[in-house]
């Protein structure tokens, strides 16, 4: 169950792109970044907050990508966590990320990596 | 847009409980201890593994909720993470976080707090 949890939290997006404060732009962004990163969907779930920004989740086979934006703020905060499983998919998650990141450009970002799982105790 | 994730690792999850193995069980234990947490539900989805296992996430208000469960290794990884953007919901998330290890009974746990976001650069 050795997993890689990728969080990032992005200043300076620009407010006014779909993707920033629109549901479906958003959407189709993170299905098709999953998919052209080697990711498997198993489902997902996005909302629109009135009168901009999103929250949504992608179910991976992997695990899962959650991202939420404040377009008043040009903030966004993504997770993409994959486990280890059957192989390593550290890689894949690291393609997810930069090809949201690319997306989104944002000004500045803060990054962390996390460790998850292990040996069974 | 400062916020708050809490990160569970449980080993030692019951196998063969409804909540570790099937998705109802796990979509109705989340979402009814989202709700009994104080927490504002704005969307979820699920995803049946075979032969056991599932993975979800519940979108809130706040932020999200994600859980993955591994009954063969009696292992769960759960995300909590809530932005403190208009209140701060923090006791919200720890509340959450324990209303759902008090279901799956892990016998050893790994907890890691992070925090996100603050002041814009």
Redo the contacts between chains.
Sequence with gaps: ?D?I?L?G?W??CAADIPEMTRVQPLRTLCLHASEASGMTI??????QFEPAGV???V??AE??L?I?T?PE???V?I?V?V?N?TTDNSAKAERLLRAMQDAMKP??VKF?A?H??GR??
Tied chains: 1, 2.
């Design positions: 169950m997993g949890h969080l939290e200043y300076g198993v489902g997902d779930s996005f909302h929250t949504g989740t179910l991976l695990s899962h959650a939420h404040w703020h040009g903030f905060t997770d966590y486990c499983y000004q500045r962390q996390i998850r799982g069974d105790a």
